[in-house]
């Protein structure tokens, strides 16, 4: 069944009559409901939140996603609402991302993301996208379908995910599978029921296999209670327009030619000058810095594992996904202004909470339809 809305939609795992569970995108993020464990969809990842700390921080869980070539991820188009197309994001490789990620899972950098050009977010039409790894990875990919697909009504389909399980003795962040019943095919999307597995949020994104192992549909809607539709987007439609042309593309050569211990007195003007997949950000009246999401400017020194190696106002900053340079000191160019001196009370007021100092308003994330992502 589908997971109640948190933050970003997404979808849970959903279970088959033999107890197997599938994933569905766009729900709230717990495992499959009614799944089991998918140890071997090793071609199954999950889609999180660049890391920038290298202690101390879990993954934060957006969606799932499917290898679909060893260095490109097939995942659903809303997945990138919260950092965009240009966003930071990495991919996870395991059983387990949160809160803890599996020892033996592995992390990648996504270099490039795409967006289907006729993705409709009211709709999920279309809503796909497709992810360059910073490398290939060793992953026998899903299988693609030929061509069209006859998907019929009432046939049986497998779903896998990270997503919401609506238990909460089984929470979300680990890889799960259910089966799912085919309701209703379209020309680019199918429905489908519980089987008696049903997607559910953090599952958006994730693969839905055939029997036979091909990936004819991907998760991307359904109903918010994870109990009753699925919604897909149909695998054969995105074939020729969209994921056939950007396998045969040829990713371009890394060219950064700034050092990472540089980055306070050097100055950029793209991106690809950046190490590391940082981004080259400009602000007016200034020249452009490679930064790192959530960090200001700063440079990277020497390697390390935990803050306490980097001495005052430093950082032990996760500068690549993976590798014995990955994590290195991060130092600001300059020290953060300080802190504001607080007001002194307005003598005339009686107290209250109207106008109190340092209050924190946060925004409303309005969310159109249904997505299953966490």
Request: charged share 20%; net charge negative; with cysteine.
């Amino acid at each position: 069944m589908f997971g109640v809305l948190m933050g970003l939609v997404s979808c849970a795992p959903v279970a088959d009559e033999h107890g197997a569970t599938l994933a569905m995108p766009g729900q709230v993020s717990h495992p499959i409901v009614q799944g089991t464990d998918a140890p071997d969809d090793v071609a199954t990842v999950a889609l999180v939140a660049r890391r920038t700390r290298c202690s101390g921080e879990s993954p934060m869980l957006l969606c799932s996603g499917v290898l679909i070539a060893p260095d490109v991820v097939l995942t659903a188009a809303h997945c990138l609402d919260l950092f965009g197309t240009e966003g930071a994001h990495e991919v996870f490789f395991g059983t387990v991302v949160s809160p803890t990620p599996d020892g033996a899972g592995r992390f990648l950098r996504v270099s490039r993301a795409v967006i289907h050009p006729r993705y409709v977010p009211s709709t999920h039409a279309y809503d796909a996208a497709l992810l360059r790894l910073a490398a290939p990875v060793e992953v026998t990919p899903v299988a693609l379908p030929d061509a069209h697909v006859a998907l019929a009504e009432g046939a049986r389909v497998r779903a896998v995910g990270y997503g919401d399980t609506k238990d909460v003795n089984a929470p979300s962040g680990r890889r799960r599978q259910g089966v799912l019943q085919i309701a209703s095919v379209e020309p680019a999307a199918f429905r489908a029921g519980p089987a008696p597995g049903m997607s559910c949020v953090g599952d958006s994104g994730g693969p839905v296999l055939a029997s036979d192992g091909v990936l004819v549909g991907l998760t991307v809607s359904g109903d918010v209670a994870c109990r009753a539709e699925a919604v897909n987007v149909r695998v054969d439609a995105l074939l020729e327009d969209f994921i056939l042309p950007f396998l045969a593309s040829t990713p371009p050569a890394p060219v950064s030619t700034l050092a990472p211990e540089a980055l306070c007195r050097e100055a950029c003007e793209e991106d690809a000058e950046c190490p590391s997949g940082l981004t080259c950000v400009t602000t007016e009246g200034a020249p452009g810095r490679c930064l790192l999401p959530a960090l200001r400017e700063g440079a990277f020194g020497a390697t390390c594992t935990e803050d306490s190696a980097c001495g005052a106002g430093g950082v032990c900053a996760r500068l690549e996904s993976e590798g014995d340079d990955a994590c290195r000191c991060f130092t600001p160019c300059a020290p953060p202004p300080p802190d504001p001196e607080p007001e002194a009370p307005d003598e005339a007021s009686e107290g209250g909470c109207s106008s109190a100092p340092g209050l924190v308003i946060f925004g409303v994330l309005t969310l159109a339809g249904v997505k299953r992502r966490r």
